[in-house]
């Protein structure tokens, strides 16, 4: 079970649609993670094997948390998107693993929160260190996740959610004809169809249709760039919209959980441009519901950017089992 000195007790897995990335929890401890590509595996059990080979385990440690991108129940994960299925039943069959759990990828960086050290996080907006209570998180990136986690003894409790399809609105004129714009092409715009990878592409084209502007076939990390650099001004505009559709939507995210403790963004998209960020609009946003501005100015809002996070979460997990 050993894999170079010290005790491993736990495998840990981070799997995206993309990549899946392997770890071992070794004397309470994560080591540094490996990457596999998912579509160069059939299943997560053909995954699992070849992580432990190249991890060194000689045999299944004691245990395994494995985090999904996609639905997750107590005995089953499934990946529509990479087609893999993957139970609790299985994975015990084939590597005699004592006690496993999955989880969806975002309760993993729920169970995350509370860990984060000062480096691990930057602030957006104004400090708020007397904060408590929920704490929630959400991230764009090939779509846009939800979570929760409800601090309570002796463990918090993660709470997942589909809220990246929950319907975006419009908080002044342009979103409104942006919104309608792209309902044309979509019927239900959702926040992930404009907080995502392929929602900021959908947001600079959308703007071009209603400004009669031409836009050309760029990626999401071209517009980026392009509105990073100030090189194009659609781009710069795109980005700006990004930043204050997040702050509208996260201040929903906020209210929907009580998150009282703080609101962390997470995903892989953020920090390529966190000084953009939190010199855009978004805070404002955040704190824009009325009658409810002061309770969003008291809760805390951060950027995670440390590359491993879910990690920190799926090792909190597999340490419940000690």
Same mark, same amino acid.
């Given at each position: 079970?050993? =894999? ?70 107590? =005995? ?240 909190? =997990? ?5």
């Amino acid at each position: 079970m050993s =894999a170079g000195s010290g005790r491993v007790t736990a495998l840990l897995a981070d799997v995206g649609g993309t990549n899946a990335r392997f770890a071992l929890l070794q004397d309470g401890k994560g080591g540094e993670a490996i990457h596999l590509p998912v579509a160069e595996y059939p299943t997560a059990y053909d995954a699992v094997a070849a992580a432990m080979e190249r991890l060194g385990c000689l045999q299944a440690p004691q245990a395994a948390v494995l985090a999904f991108a996609g639905p997750v129940d107590d =005995a089953r994960a499934v990946m529509t998107n990479a087609g893999w299925d993957t139970t609790i039943g299985e994975l015990r069959q084939r590597f005699g693993f004592s006690h496993i759990r999955l989880l969806n990828d975002y309760a993993a960086l729920a169970l995350a929160l509370p860990h984060f050290a000062e480096a691990d996080r930057l602030i957006v907006g104004p400090a708020r260190p007397a904060a408590q209570g929920a704490l929630a998180v959400l991230g764009p990136g090939s779509g846009l996740g939800v979570a929760a986690l409800v601090q309570a003894e002796p463990h918090g409790i993660p709470l997942v959610s589909e809220g990246g399809h929950a319907t975006m609105p419009a908080a002044d004129a342009l979103e409104a004809e942006l919104i309608a714009a792209l309902r044309e092409d979509f019927g239900h715009v959702s926040a992930e169809r404009l907080l995502s990878g392929p929602g900021l592409v959908n947001i600079y084209r959308g703007l071009a249709r209603v400004q009669g502007q031409s836009a050309s076939v760029l990626t999401a990390a071209e517009i980026t760039d392009r509105g990073l650099d100030g090189s194009d001004g659609l781009c710069r505009l795109a980005l700006e919209r990004f930043c204050l559709f997040l702050g509208t939507f996260a201040g929903n995210v906020a209210l929907g959980y009580g998150a009282q403790g703080g609101v962390f963004l997470a995903g892989g998209i953020l920090p390529r441009f966190p000084d953009f960020l939190a010199a855009s609009g978004f805070r404002d946003r955040f704190q824009d519901k009325g009658r409810f501005h002061d309770y969003l100015e008291a809760i805390p809002t951060w950027l995670i950017v440390r590359p491993d996070a879910a990690f920190v979460g799926l090792a909190a =997990a597999a340490r419940q089992f000690a």
